[in-house]
């Protein structure tokens, strides 16, 4: 079943051929490469401990079906590889002393660094997956930091992947978690974008979108099986993010698998959030926290009657593009950040006859659209359970970050991507500060959750 899915979904894809999941599918590294790469001559790139894990396995593989292979450019284990443009250089300026493919075994940072060493070279490369932590293996693209800022970097995806089932129920429960937390965002994402929709800021994809959301229910439905270790919980979790990454690459942008909860995840990431812990604050559980809040945003939205708003009132106090730039540039600290934001925010911004107009389209699509919202999400509480039977975070606290802070968040994320989001359509129709008021009030979402700790 998960293997016709997946072949369809790779008939819509740019970039990636061929994805062998399946336990034991490290046994068939040598014919995936040889399909795709015929004769070349292969490179494995690790890091000392995913060499451990699978590295020298499918190196071993490779000489043993006769491939030519070089040297493995492996990684130190300590300190944890980051994500940062310096390892990419200095993989690229290897990899052009050979012509060899390269053949990535790690995760999400791993996978990044080599995706982007490989383009830069002009060379596909083929990823064998170490852990179900992440949706960017088979997403175009690698979120790198360069000049201190965390950028996706453009890149193709890989040509081939391999996920060994066996290999990814020995990663660290961390990293699974992880993954779980990344696949259950697309829950909210999905909210978003049918939102962004109906309002006809960007219009659904139909593949984009099935490639994503048809099966999301059924990966993500069994979290207490996933931490207990099971295989067929562990497929779809793979299978979800695999084809999540897919559905980027059909519709050539991550709308498809990432909204507001995601801009909780990278201004966090942006500021450094949990940099320095060991291992490092992961993207999913990130994206986790997000994931609740957002649902939790949507439900106060979604008690409101959006057709019946004062849309005269709030054109006339909609804030001109020069207020609006004043108005982010008061809410950030840092200055790359600030100027990011500035430019994110205004290239979404609207003038007070267009938002008008919006507004008036939303009364008329209120009632319909509501109910397909309602339809796509599930109660926030019902999410934060299903993340913790995981095994992840799910509250501010749990990630080291202040309640205040956290607060802050819903006003500071809308400003950092042009995405429209649900926290675009809370600010445009008047409601965000309001509704964020709602969830910290004692009895509110995240006033239950944070009167224990307040004491
Ligand atoms: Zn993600």
């Known amino acids: 079943m998960s293997e016709q899915r997946i072949d369809a979904a790779l008939r819509e894809a740019t970039d990636t051929r061929d994805v062998n999941i399946a336990a034991g599918a490290l046994a068939a590294v040598a014919d995936a490469f040889r399909g795709s790469f015929g ?71 791993l996978n990044a660094i080599v995706k982007r060493s490989s383009h830069e070279c002009e060379r596909p490369y083929m990823c064998v997956g170490t852990a179900a932590s992440m949706d960017g293996y088979t997403a175009f693209g690698a979120s790198i930091e360069k000049v201190g800022l965390k950028q996706t970097l453009s890149c193709p995806a890989p040509r081939v992947v391999v996920a060994d089932l066996e290999v990814l129920e020995r990663a660290p429960e961390d990293m699974m978690a992880s993954g779980y937390a990344d696949l259950l ?22 593949m984009g979108w099935s490639l994503v959301q048809d099966h999301l229910r059924g990966w993500t439905n069994s979290p207490e099986a996933l931490r207990a270790g099971d295989q067929k919980a562990t497929e779809h979790l793979i299978e979800g993010l695999i084809m999540s990454g897919l559905g980027m690459q059909s519709y050539e942008s991550s709308r498809t698998a990432s909204g507001a909860e995601h801009q909780f995840s990278h201004l966090w990431e942006m500021e450094g959030l949990g940099k320095e812990a060991d291992p490092p604050l992961s993207h999913g559980f990130k994206v986790g926290v997000g994931t609740v809040a957002i649902a939790a945003l949507y439900e106060r939205i979604l008690e409101r009657d959006l057709a019946d708003l004062d849309v005269a009132a709030l054109r006339d106090s909609w804030p001109t593009r020069e207020e ?17 934001a500035v430019e994110q925010t205004l290239a979404k911004h609207v003038s007070a006859d267009e938002l008008a107009e919006r507004l008036e389209r939303l009364r008329e699509v209120w009632p319909g659209l509501r109910e397909k919202v309602r339809e796509q999400l599930m109660p926030a509480e019902r999410i934060r359970e299903m993340l913790r039977a995981a095994g992840c975070p799910t509250t501010p606290v749990e990630i080291g970050l202040g309640w205040d802070d956290f607060r802050d968040t819903y006003a500071r994320a809308r400003t950092i991507r042009k995405r429209y989001t649900v926290l675009d359509l809370a600010f445009e129709t008047g409601n965000l500060g309001t509704c964020v008021d709602e969830l910290f009030v004692p009895e509110g979402f995240w006033g239950r959750v944070a009167t224990p700790q307040a004491g």
């Open 39 to 109: 004769d070349s001559p292969a490179v494995v790139v690790a890091d000392g401990n995913t060499f451990e894990v699978a590295g020298k396995e499918v190196q071993r593989r490779l000489e043993e079906a006769g491939c030519t292979t070089i040297e493995p450019y492996v990684f130190p284990a300590e300190p944890p590889l980051y994500a940062e443009y310096s390892n990419i250089e200095e993989l690229r300026d290897s990899l052009r002393e050979h012509e060899a493919i390269p053949v990535a075994v790690g995760s999400g940072t």
């Open 185 to 206: 965002g697309k829950v909210t994402s999905g909210a978003d974008w049918l939102v962004a929709d109906a309002l006809e800021v960007e219009k659904i994809d139909p």
């Open 324 to 340: 609006m730039e004043r108005s982010v540039r008061a809410q950030h600290t840092s200055p790359e950040l600030e100027e990011g």
